[in-house]
């Protein structure tokens, strides 16, 4: 039996979405990218990878506001 992992399948779509030329997308076409983005982040997210990237980005953010004052 094969099994999919849907977030590889998300980022694979999204991957194939993105390198398409910015000047033949319609609106609804963006639209779609973006649902399809935040599906991957909500996928994403529990996952101890997500959770990684997450606590990275937190740190970046301390980073960036206590360099600012």
Do not use: F
């Amino acid at each position: 039996m094969l099994t999919i992992n849907v977030g590889v399948l998300l980022a694979v779509i999204v991957l194939l979405r993105l390198r398409r030329r910015t000047e033949s997308r319609s609106r609804n076409d963006e639209k779609l990218t973006v649902v399809i983005v935040l599906a991957l982040g909500i996928v994403i997210a529990p996952t101890p990878l997500g959770e990684g990237i997450g606590d990275l980005l937190s740190q970046l953010a301390s980073g960036v506001t206590a360099s600012s004052r």
